[in-house]
């Protein structure tokens, strides 16, 4: 009964996602299904442009929640990313509240007594009020929860890694003047990666674990399909063909989803209703971005188009 | 199923995926909520929870496959084994449907249940049998091949081995063509056991026999490695260098802070008359290791240079500043080539530049101070790989006390033992003294902790 539930759910998803522009694998559909049942973050680790950002953006939209991004580089800090005191604003309050605090401590005689009086009224200037929240404690704090988007993790040092664990795993953060904030609805919290370093294995076992690679043809299609409509099938095809041809080289940076509905929207520009030799030797720098893989693909783009061609009349 | 699951975690762990035990309880509460109708769910699901990196992913995704190709029990069949392992137990009657259904077509009454199931030749039966007996044998305890005799033998007698061999000890008298049926099915049920003991070795020895084969693997003389064992010699260079990496890439935060640089201070508040209302505090500067490598790549020493080259190459994050050079009778630098090629392409190619020369430490060296020695530093340090053997020829040992001089250290690793230096043409004794450490450098542990030594003393 729940494993009928399950697929039905993971459907669901697809589809959800698939509204809103966003075509997932079954493995993707799976990831975010079960990151929603168990609670627990995703870690997306793939080559650049092949959707990672997008699938955050893709589940806020599809649920109707708020995104909030937190961009993360190098030298990211606590203030940054968690909250910080607004300094300016506790400055500001002690002077406006200067003679109301005189008043208060009025009756004291001794410094002591004004030390005691001034203690009964507790630390009014490290309450919330003075905290300025910075991405994840503005995620913690939506009352209809979130999708977090922690984008580029890898760019991140390894101490704001550690930073992130309790967030991770219990969904709240420790300030040490306000006690433990804890998530009034658990945020769906996305982390993306390029692999630049490896991530400690700590964030790692609290997240699941998804791979996107470069998408098989068929599901690329359908992404070009739905992102960029107004090219013909043909040419979808052969294109999309072209460029599962072009991956097989050994290259710099190989050309991932979002170069290819680049190219595809440069295609339906030029009007083009076939792919040629003519028009993609002159079109090939929205794929490749740089000269000496430009140059190493050159000699191949006819074998590639008659090769793309081919495999349309088969698939 | 919970059973079935653990047994899939230590699978997983054999397979080199490591499943801590956070890590197995996502994966149960995952699949509670997947379920297990559908395989292709199932697998990504574990994916998900359980690999944490692309490797991993492919390792647990062949794991999975092999681990669930096991012929699965059918449900009816499941359930009795929930009983326990008790419906196994010879004295028990059959109570599986399907092994009663098919045992009207047989006539012999009074045998026990193994011999029933091998003539009713009901495979699921027979699988499902195979399946909780291995699991009464505890086969995923299995370590090393040689236990598979033991295994075997264990799974046989939970299925009630002794009962078939009375049984068929009374077939032989009274019914022989029978007996002659039931012996040949007891052939095929060994062959069935005899498999699923392999798979169980395959799915669950793997990291024990693993670790046993890297263990005598780092102990051998790189030298003398056979070829088979070259690519395995590779793969756990490339693991050295990972560790390494690990250890030496992370920017240790050293800069040592709290000390007032009074120079520097005054100086930038010359504006100010001198009052230091910009302060500046002395750091400590960690350099990054810069490397100059000369390999001997003649006959024996080649196959060292080769994992050594391998091993300083993949250090990038750590080191990024290598100058290899190769030589036997002469010298070049081979960085480039490294840099560019696959490991095996470079080697071949440096060793039909330079290789299978009769070695001359003496004119190498004469070639190295001659193109090369701008690469010296004060930061460098310089490491030579060669047995020293230098054919009786002049050695120029004063080029070697120059490069010392020039660089930071000079690191000797020779491949031989510390007692043939100095013996035959080996002129170690001589070079010994211009070098800031000689070690012997046989084995890919000896390695390891050479280059690991190096790297150390930039941090």
Known sequence: MAEQKASTSIEAVESGLAAQGYIASRQIATAVYLSQQIEKPILVEGPAGVGKTELAKAIAAWRGKKMIRLQCYEGLDEAKALYEWKYAKQLLYTQILKDKLGEVLGGAQTLHAALDQLHDFGDVFFSKEFVEPRPLLQALEQPGGCVLLIDEIDKSDAEFESLLLEILSDFQVTIPELGTVSAITPPTVILTSNSERDLGDALKRRCLHLHIGFPEQRLEERIVESRVPGISQTLRRQMVGFIHEIRSLDLKKLPSVSETIDWARVLVLLQASELDTEIVRDTLNVLLKYEADIEAASPQITTFIAKAARSNVFG | ?459
């Open chain 2, 1 to 459: 199923m919970r059973e079935n699951l653990h047994r899939f975690f230590r699978a997983a762990r054999g397979a080199g995926v490591h499943v801590s035990p956070a890590e197995s309880i996502d994966a149960m509460r995952a699949v509670a909520q997947v379920g297990l109708a559908d395989r292709a769910i199932l697998r990504d699901a574990l994916l998900l929870t359980l690999a944490k990196s692309q490797d991993e992913k492919l390792a647990l995704g062949d794991c999975f496959d092999l681990f669930f190709s096991q012929p699965e029990p059918a449900q009816d069949q499941a359930e009795a084994n929930d009983n326990g392992e008790a419906s196994q137990e010879p004295d028990q009657s059959p109570s599986s449907s399907s092994a009663s259904g098919a045992a009207e077509a047989q006539p012999p009454e009074g045998l026990g249940p193994l011999a029933q199931m091998l003539l009713s030749q009901d495979r699921n039966a027979m699988s499902a049998a195979i399946a909780s007996a291995s699991g009464a044998a505890s086969l995923s305890d299995i370590r090393y091949s040689t236990q598979r005799g033991i295994f075997s033998s264990r799974i046989l007698d939970a299925m009630g081995l002794q009962r078939l061999r009375d049984d068929l000890d009374e077939l032989t008298a009274t019914n022989p063509s029978l007996a002659e049926r039931l012996r040949a099915a007891l052939d095929a049920l060994r062959e069935a056991v005899r498999d699923t003991v392999s798979q169980g070795l395959a799915l669950y020895a793997r990291e024990e026999a693993e670790n046993l084969r890297n263990e005598i693997l780092r102990n051998a003389p790189l030298a003398r490695i056979e070829r088979r064992q070259v690519a395995e010699m590779r793969a756990l260079i490339r693991q050295i260098a990972r560790r390494l990496r690990e250890r030496y890439s992370k920017p240790r935060k050293r800069q040592r802070r709290g000390h007032l640089d009074v120079r520097r201070t005054l100086r930038r508040n010359a504006a100010w008359g001198g009052v230091p209302f910009l302060t500046a505090w002395k750091r400590k500067h960690r350099e990054r290791p810069k490397i100059v490598a000369l390999c001997d790549v003649s006959g024996s020493v080649a196959q060292v240079s080769d994992f050594f080259l391998l091993l300083i190459h993949s250090l990038h994050e750590v080191v990024d500043d290598v100058h290899s050079f190769a030589f036997s009778s002469h010298l070049i630098e081979v960085s480039e080539i490294l840099e560019k090629k696959p490991p095996e392409e470079a080697m071949a190619e440096i060793m039909s530049k330079v290789g299978f020369g009769s070695s001359d430490y003496g004119s190498s060296l004469v070639d190295f101070e001659k193109d090369f020695m701008s690469t010296l530093t004060p930061q460098t340090t310089v490491i030579v790989l060669g047995d020293a053997r230098s054919n009786n020829l002049d050695p120029r040992a004063d080029i070697l006390r120059r490069v010392s001089e020039r660089s930071k250290r000079l690191v000797w690793l020779n491949p031989e033992g510390r007692l043939a230096w100095g013996f035959g043409d080996s002129e170690m004794p001589r070079y010994a003294t211009f070098c800031s450490v000689v070690r012997q450098c046989a084995t890919a542990q000896q390695l390891e902790r050479a280059v690991s030594d190096i790297v150390a003393t930039y941090q």
